[in-house]
């Protein structure tokens, strides 16, 4: 089993309280975020960014430089379990943000919905964001989600 199914297959919700290393590549970490836990913008009590950094891995600047998201690739809010990609390098945050900005770092979500999926199987729309928001429409960043319903 790989990581990522070990996690499936052995986190049910109510045994999912703090973060796991699911992966380790020695420079870029892959970490199961339980519910409740905020990645880095302190707003939360839990903070995946001060368990990073208490993993004992020595002093790694990145992981509390906030212009550089802590080391993390991207965020899942607080509610919200799954897992999380963070660099302990600069150049591995670098190489892992060309992936992203390029397309080539893929995501998948398992999402459980209530109601009928849409007819068709891809929604296709452009993201834009400011501080405060995330909205969809015709300007912004081309965004593809693939759709599969597995169950009813």
């Known amino acids: 089993r790989?990581?990522?199914?070990?996690?499936?297959?052995?986190?049910?919700?109510?045994?999912?309280?703090?973060?796991?290393?699911?992966l380790d590549l020695c420079d870029i970490l892959v970490l199961a975020k339980p519910p409740g836990w905020e990645v880095y913008d302190r707003n939360a009590e839990r903070q995946l960014a001060e368990f990073l950094v208490n993993l004992e891995r020595g002093q790694l600047p990145i992981l509390t430089d906030f212009k550089h998201g802590c080391g993390f690739?991207?965020?899942?809010d607080v509610p919200s379990s799954g897992l999380v990609?963070?660099?302990?390098?600069?150049e591995?945050?670098?190489?892992?943000?060309?992936?992203l900005v390029t397309g080539t770092l893929l995501r998948e979500?398992?999402?459980?919905?209530?109601?009928?999926?849409p007819d068709?199987?891809?929604?296709?729309?452009y993201i834009r964001w400011n501080?405060?928001?995330v909205?969809?429409?015709?300007?912004?960043k081309p965004s593809k989600t693939l759709l599969q319903v597995v169950g009813h």
């Open 120 to 125: 068709r199987p891809e929604i296709s729309a």
């Open 92 to 99: 591995a945050w670098y190489h892992l943000q060309l992936q």
């Open 85 to 90: 990609i963070a660099a302990s390098t600069y």
């Open 73 to 76: 690739i991207h965020r899942l």
């Open 131 to 133: 501080e405060d928001a």
């Open 2 to 22: 790989t990581g990522a199914e070990s996690l499936t297959h052995s986190c049910d919700a109510g045994d999912f309280q703090e973060p796991l290393v699911v």
């Open 109 to 117: 979500y398992l999402v459980l919905a209530h109601g009928l999926a």
């Open 135 to 140: 909205a969809s429409g015709t300007f912004g």
